[in-house]
Structures are given as structure tokens and as C-alpha cells.
């Protein structure tokens, strides 16, 4: 199983040696990382870097998605609300140039202060945020444009009011949409990939994911709650579902890594996004060549193998 | 949750709905009304309590024999069975707990598919069944979900989904997360290719099939008094400490806020099913 990762993760060191450096960014540490990324991949990650990663994904100066498309993005112009009821700040929609082209952008989106993060519900949409999703992927389709998506929630809200307004629902239709889009999709894992309502977003042609992110089923908490029966249990519990980024770049999840400045992407975000920047230019590379139903032929490919089974 | 990090939003296999009742009581005893009845006595019923109308828990074989034309069905995928690709290991092994779900319940996994006839209409199915590891979703369901869409594809004829889930599996950890987009890609080229969906849900049907499959059928359809809900009763009522309605995430709350087409009473199920294939049917 590794060997597929490990020649992909070759596959991106031979390119990235030819590439040339854009914008002056700073490329020359991804070399070094993703031969150390390789390096990890074969010495498989240990419990106690599993825990560092979520530690790392949950940092409370971690970039969000805003401290990215400021970065990355040029003109962007943000579009609110989902035409139905209400705009949910906890995911934000908007378009702008990625490399002279116009792209639509859907990130979840967390608040940095204490007022900001009750405001932006800690990252975790009501369906609302879901609709005004589908609403920014419809006119990604509309208009030809490619979409990135950048994936950092703890989860989809779990309350009473969002039950109502159809959660489950929303979730299930937001995936749908992405799989039927007929343009270019990056989806980028940049902290907490949680649950439906990180995969709400991130059905995409490639979906690249951050060092130190985390991507996973379930809380480490909610999963040792209930199977260990203690929230405190929250270490084991990761380590055993593993949701870092080698294991899910293993296991066929996500097509890449994104190196990470030393310490993690709060320590330099500039860095960060530049490292970002270029990996969302050469996934879209990779995809943008295609007829939109050869990509969307091979978008549920790509799915349709997804899971391991054993026959009886 | 004690962290706050509060996004438990996939119901897992260990998580029971609120059913007070039935802790102690006889799995034949209604939790509704305290009627209690033989074997038999439930079977001639559909397992629908004749007193209340509450409707008992229905396996997975023994749903598909109340569904199809007797001798109609043959079932498909077999020999799937989950494999441990984490190696997971909690306060026992997943192998362990995957074979003892084996042996209680006689089936591969939670959920059993094939092709049958529903009042002359040819279908494919896809029913879960909650008995297995709560009827959770791993690689195996997923798997057996798409061959059906695939079958049902390839026979031109629509698919009948019956879920039954405590939501994802998460012993399979993100690969059970990429179930939903999968069995999700299986129904767009279904219905690409003109095939049709009926999803019933049933108790309960909650977290990664209710935010996958289960809410895309062309058609949905509820059990009375089924819990469908994305997040359970637990993990709203601990992470909002909001008090909850009395019929929070049930179906008769989704079919008014307009999440369901209708609620049909277990009695009525193969007649409405039949119904809506010959309004399906591709001539």
C-alpha cells in the first residue's frame, strides 16, 4: 500500500525540482520537506506525532481561510448569503484571481478573538452555510471558473435548529453538486478536516492537504467518548484512527501534501501560503487539460475504489 | 467534547437512539405502550405493535421478505467482507468485533443487496440492517451500496434503499468518511443514465448515511416515528444544552420542515413502493 503513496510523493519531488520559483515566493524548503515527508511516510507516523499534528491543525494562530485568500487570492470579493434564509459567517464564499484566472473560493471559516470565533461558530455551518456553498458552486459551473475549496471545521453544527433546516440533507446535496461540477476543483485540508462537514466541501479532481492537518470520521474526543467510553481518552483515540496527513496520503484520500514552514503554518504564514499557492497551481495542472467529462469520469473513479474489503 | 472542540457530527455504531424502555425489557415487549407478543405474533404484523402502532426494529432479510415478490430476490456480493486497514484497536480489535457481529447476526456486513421484484416491478435493493455494528458504514456497505446502483444501472431499473444507520464506522476511520462521496458518485451515474432512487429511511437513520445516500433518493420516504438526524439527541442536547422537542430529528418533524416526500406506516410500504416503481418504470 505505501508504495503507490511513495511513488506519487516521487512523482511531485522530481517535478518540483524542475519547476521555476514564482513571485519570488519561497520554494526552496519544499524539496527538503517532501523528502523528509518521504522519509516519514516509510517510517510510519508514531502516536505521538498523530497527537502533534492535531495540536498543530487545532493552534490557536493556525492561518484560516480568510489569512489565505488574502495571500493567494487577488481581487477577491466576497459573496454572502445562500438565497434562502440567512448568510452563515462559519463558511464564506467569493471569487477572485488565482494566477490572472478567475476562481471561485469556499472555505469554512473560524474567528481568530473571542467575539469572532462565536460569530464564525467556531468553523462548524448550519445547512444554510452548505446552500450558500452550492449556491458558489453552481456559478463556478455557470461561468466556466475552477473552485477551490479550503476545508477547516471542527464539524457540521450539531444543533437543534440546523436538524431542522435539513443538515444531513444539505451535506448529502453539497457532495452531489461537487461531483457533478463540470470545471477544475482543488479541494485544499488546511486544519481540522472534521466529519460530513469537512467532505461537504471537499469532493474535488485533487484535494491536497496541509503537514499538519488532520482529516478524520470523528473528533478524537467524540470517538474516545464513545469508545473508551472518556472524552479524556482523546490521544488513544487518534492514534488509532490516525488522521494525519501521511496516513491519509497512504491510505488514498488525498492526492498531496503541502509542506508546512518549520513549526507549523502559524510560524511563517506567508510561507505557509505560498507552499499553498503552489500546490493548488500544480494540482490544477494536472487537471485543467482534460475534457470537463473526462474529469468528471475520472473525479468518480477516483471515489468509486475508495475503501479497503477483504473476501470471506 | 470536554476540549470544545464539539463536531461530533457522524453518529457511530455504539450510539442507541433514546428507546428508555427497551434497557431491560424483552426485545418483544413495545417500549410505546407495554404490549408484549410472541415471535410469530410480530411477524404476522410486520413487527407493528397492533396496540400503538409502534414500529419494531426489522432485519435486514426479514425486511426484504416483507418488501419482494416471494422467490424474486437474489442476493449479491456475498463474499465481501470488511477488511482492518487501521488496525484499529479500542478496548478490543476490530476483527473481533466484526466477527461477533458476524456470528449474532448471520450476515457479511450491514447491509444486504440483490435484485428482486416489488409487485411485479424489477428493482434492485439495498438494505441495512442496524443489528450489525449499528448498522455503521465502512468500506464493505459502501462497496455493496454502489454495485447496487451499478446492477441497477446496468438492468434499467430504479434502486430501492432502505437505510438503517447509527451513521459512519469509524473503526475504519477516514476511509469510512469516504464512503458518502462514494456511494454518492454511484448515484449521479445511476441517474445519469436515466436510473431512478426510492430511499426509506428507517429507524434510525442518522450521521454518514443520512448525509450520503439516504437523502438522495428521486423519492424519500420515513417509517412513523424514525429518528433521522444528522447529529443524535445526545450529541445536541450535550454540545447546545439546548432542551430538545419531543420529536427532535423524527420524521414526523423532518416531513413539516419539508425534508421527506411522505411518512408510510410499515403496512403500506410494499404497496406505495410498488406505486412509485410503476411510475418509475422505463418503457
Redesign the interface.
Known sequence: MPNEAEMRLRERLSKLGGMKLLRGTKLSGELARLQDQLDQLQADPTAEEIWQSVELA?HPDRPYTLDYVERIFDDFFELHGDRGRADDPALVTGLGKLDDQTVVLIGHQKGRDLKQRANRN?G?AYPEGYRKAMRAMALAGRHGFPLVTMVD????????A????????A???S??A???LDVPTVACVIG?G???????IA?ADRVVMQENAI?????P???A????RD??E?R??AA????DAA??LE?G?VDAIVAEPLGGAHADPDAASALLEQAILAAFEEIEALEPDERRRR??AK??V??????? | ???G??????E????RPDEPSQGKAHPNTCPSCGSHYRDDELAQTLRVCPQCGHHFRVGARARIEQLVDPGSFVEGDT?????D??E????RPYTERLAEAEIETGL?DAIVCGAGAIEDEACDLAVMDFAFMGGSM???V??KF?RSCERATENRVPLVSVSASGG???????????????T??????LHESGGAMLSVLTHPT???V???????GDVVLAEPGAL????GPR??SQ??R?K??DD??RAE??FR???LDAIVPRTELRATLGQLLRLFART
Not at chain 1, 162 to 169: K, T
Not at chain 1, 225 to 228: G, K, P, R, T
Request: net charge neutral; proline share 4%.
Open positions: 487545532r467556531f462548524m471545521t471542527p464539524g457540521a453544527y450539531p444543533g437543534v440546523a436538524e431542522q433546516h435539513g443538515q444531513g440533507g451535506i448529502a446535496r457532495q452531489a461537487m461531483v457533478r481540522e472534521g466529519s460530513g462537514g469537512a467532505i461537504a469532493v482529516y478524520s470520521v470523528i473528533s474526543e467524540g470517538c467518548a464513545i469508545l473508551w472524552a479524556g482523546a488513544k483515540a488509532a484512527f490516525k488522521p496516513h491519509c491510505l484520500v473525479r468518480r471515489y468509486r475508495m475503501g479497503v474489503l477483504a473476501s470471506s | 467534547m470536554s476540549s472542540q464539539g463536531g461530533v457530527d457522524v457511530v455504531e455504539s450510539k463474499d465481501l467482507r470488511s477488511a486497514p487501521l484499529f484497536f479500542d478496548l457479511g465502512g468500506s464493505v459502501g462497496e454502489v459512519a464506522r469509524m473503526q475504519e476511520g477516514i476511509l469510512a468518511l469516504m464512503q458518502l462521496p462514494k454518492i458518485c454511484a448515484i449521479d451515474e442518522t450521521g454518514g443520512l448525509a450520503s445516500f439516504a437523502s438522495l433521522m438526524s444528522f447529529a450529541v445536541v454540545t447546545t439546548e430538545l422537542p427532535f430529528g418533524s423532518n420542515y419539508g425534508h
